[in-house]
Structure formats: structure tokens, C-alpha cells
């Protein structure tokens, strides 16, 4: 049983920076496509990166391009998310997620397996 298991997060002030960790086990795929999505109250869930583990290839949203990084860990299957410059608008409830096909990587449709959650708060 896959399980995705989610570090960091909190509260900081616009022009500091964070970062968030996501663990996958339990996987028997031989690759994984994860990624990181946020939902703000009101809001629908919001693709921010992705990272297809064998060959590294990411993809950004435009309102995080420059800003944040994803990236593999040393650990198999370990990803972070590093968020430099956070601004009030990054505030929201960050997920990390994965799939073995990595068919639509920035549509949350296309993940199946889900983290916890953790609240980002950015004050101004």
C-alpha cells in the first residue's frame, strides 16, 4: 500500500523561504511520477510542480517559475519542494501526490496517491 508522508511547512513571512519534504513508501512501481499541488479556502486544488522520478524531467506552474524548486532526495522516492521568496498569495494547504503513469502531471486527476497535507502560511 503506497503511503505518502509529508514534512515542513509553517508560518513565515512574504520574502522567506521554506521547505517541504515527501516521502513515498510502500511502492512496487519501478517509477513515479510526484508532485505538489495547494488548495487555498475557496479554491480549487493548484498544480505547483512535478518531478518524473527516472529521467528528472519538472515542470512548474507559472506563479511559482524562479521561485520554487522541486527536486529527488538522496532517499528513493523522497521529493522536496524548495519555496524561496513566499508571498501571501502562496498561502494555502500544500499536498504532495504521486502516480506510476505520470500521464497528465499537472492535473490532479492524474495522481492517485496523496499526502497529509501541511498548512503554508505567508504573512505580509
Known amino acids: 500500500q503506497v503511503q505518502l508522508v509529508q514534512s515542513g511547512g509553517g508560518s513565515v513571512q512574504a520574502g522567506d523561504s521554506l521547505r517541504l519534504s515527501c516521502t513515498l513508501s510502500?511502492?512496487?512501481?519501478?517509477?513515479?511520477?510526484m508532485a505538489w499541488f495547494r488548495q487555498s479556502p475557496g479554491k480549487d486544488r493548484e498544480f505547483v510542480a512535478t518531478?518524473?522520478?527516472?529521467?528528472?524531467?519538472?515542470l512548474y506552474a507559472d506563479s511559482v517559475k524562479g521561485r520554487f524548486t522541486i527536486s529527488k532526495g538522496s532517499a528513493k522516492y523522497t521529493t522536496y519542494l524548495q519555496m524561496n521568496r513566499l508571498a501571501p498569495e502562496d498561502t494555502a494547504v500544500y499536498y504532495c501526490?504521486?502516480?506510476?503513469?505520470?500521464?497528465?502531471?499537472?492535473?490532479?486527476?492524474?495522481?492517485?496517491?496523496w499526502g497529509q497535507g501541511t498548512q503554508v502560511t505567508v504573512s505580509s
Open positions: 518531478i518524473n522520478w527516472s529521467v528528472g524531467r519538472t
Open positions: 501526490a504521486a502516480d506510476q503513469w505520470g500521464f497528465k502531471p499537472t492535473d490532479s486527476d492524474g495522481y492517485d496517491y
Open positions: 510502500g511502492g512496487t512501481s519501478s517509477s513515479y511520477t
